[in-house]
Structure formats: structure tokens, C-alpha cells
């Protein structure tokens, strides 16, 4: 039997110095399709919601009021949830560089109110991370230059800070990557797009796995950047279910 050494517990996670995944047998060929709904069920044992109805920027737009109002223990009129999107959240001057400052820097935004009282509005809370709401989308339709529909998002206070995209198993991982960057190109900072919060791109094939950061840097701006995860020894993690 396999011994485990725990390198960091809490009451909400514990990461394991090593672990050992219980090989299944698969049946038949694995699709896209196939794939993706592996993925989004190991997502959610894993305590995220799967929301099947956010597929616009309309509903995504809605849920992240949704959230935004439960983590804040706030409601907004139809009126304020307007101007904090237009002052703050989706500003129409903001690029995806500004979003992540808002993400990693300016997460906390003191919005008055119509009655006039102020209160701090945060986009995450970092002190208590089991406070924050986390869900994962698929096939999600952004329109652009060209329209798109992206694989698997993950969503943390109904923000998209994650973006998966799959390929089949058998086909090149790097094909996932040039997918990615046609849609940064094409849709992905659309005005009015709340995919400009994406902090990180995930691509697979199934058995290769890697992950690079969403920046536009040109001499970052390449495969090469892309990094696998890794056990504590080291040992490369290339199966992405």
C-alpha cells in the first residue's frame, strides 16, 4: 500500500508530497467531446459547480452579478450594477493588462451607492479563499471578429480567470496553443469581454498537459513558455484527468 507525507494541510485542501493515480481502463476511442466532460466532472468532485446555462456574454455577465452580490453580501439595482460595470468591473478603456491589476493589485472597489453610503466591493477575497465561489462553464459563444465557442472555462466569482481548451487525444498539444492565440486575436478582448480577466490558459490533448501565462509579451508569446506540472519529485504530470 502506497504511503503518502502531507507537505501542506488545511481544513479545506491538503497537497500530498506525491500521489499515485488509480489507472482506469478506458473503452473505446476518446472523443473532444469525451474528454471534456471527464474534465469538467473532475472538476466537479472537486467542489466546483458546473453551470450549464452560462454560454453568452449576456449570462455570464448576469452570474457574475449573481456572485459578485453574494461574496459582497450586496444588491445592486439594475441602475448601480450598471455603473459599477461601467466605472470598475468592464470599463470600456480597460485592456486584459488592466484587468489583471484589478485582479492581482486593485481587487477592491469603493462604490457608492444611490442612497450615497460607500462600501468596498471585492472581485475575490484573499483572506478567506473558501469564500470565493468557484464554477466551471463549456462552450461558451463569444463573438468577435469571427464568432468562437471555447471548450471549458473556470470561473472564480463568476469571473473567467481560466481558460482550458482540448484537443482530442492523438492530436498535437500544440495545435490547442495556436487556438488560443487566434481567439486572443479574434475574441477573447472583444469590448465589453470579461475574458479579458483570464490570468492563465490550460491546453491538453489528454496525455500532455501544459499551462503559460496570458500576456503579450512577444518573446513570452510562444510554445516554449508553455510549463507542465510537476509532482515535489519532480515527476511531470501530463494527463489532465
Known amino acids: 500500500m502506497s504511503e503518502y507525507k502531507p507537505i501542506v494541510e488545511s481544513n479545506h485542501y491538503i497537497v500530498l508530497d506525491k500521489y499515485s493515480k488509480i489507472a482506469e481502463q478506458g473503452v473505446g476511442y476518446q472523443t473532444e467531446a469525451s474528454l471534456e466532460r471527464e474534465l469538467i466532472q473532475d472538476l466537479v468532485n472537486q467542489g466546483y459547480e458546473y453551470v450549464s446555462n452560462v454560454t453568452t456574454p449576456e449570462q455570464m455577465l448576469a452570474n457574475a452579478r449573481v456572485q459578485l452580490q453574494k461574496l459582497n453580501d450586496v444588491q445592486f439595482s439594475d441602475a448601480e450594477w450598471l455603473r459599477f460595470c461601467e466605472q470598475y468591473l468592464d470599463k ?3 485592456n486584459h493588462i488592466d484587468k489583471t491589476r484589478k485582479i492581482h493589485d486593485n481587487h477592491i472597489y469603493d462604490f457608492v451607492f444611490d442612497d ?3 462600501q468596498n466591493i471585492y472581485l475575490v477575497d484573499k483572506n478567506n479563499i473558501a469564500g470565493n465561489k468557484v464554477q466551471v462553464i ?3 459563444e463569444q463573438k468577435g471578429t469571427q464568432a468562437n465557442r471555447y471548450d471549458v472555462t473556470i470561473l472564480v466569482n463568476g469571473l473567467p480567470l481560466v481558460q482550458v481548451e482540448l484537443k482530442k487525444r492523438g492530436v498535437a498539444i500544440r495545435e490547442a496553443f495556436n487556438q488560443v492565440h487566434r481567439y486572443s486575436k479574434e475574441s477573447f478582448n472583444y469590448e465589453n ?7 492563465i490558459f490550460v491546453i491538453s490533448n489528454g496525455t500532455d498537459s501544459r499551462y503559460f501565462a496570458n500576456t503579450t509579451k512577444r518573446d513570452k508569446n510562444s510554445f516554449d ?10 515527476v511531470l504530470i501530463k494527463d489532465i484527468t
Open 225 to 234: 513558455f508553455t510549463m507542465n506540472w510537476a509532482k515535489a519529485d519532480n
Open 193 to 199: 469581454s470579461l475574458f479579458k480577466f483570464v490570468q
Open 116 to 118: 450615497g453610503h460607500i
Open 138 to 140: 463549456s462552450q461558451f
Open 92 to 94: 470600456p478603456s480597460d
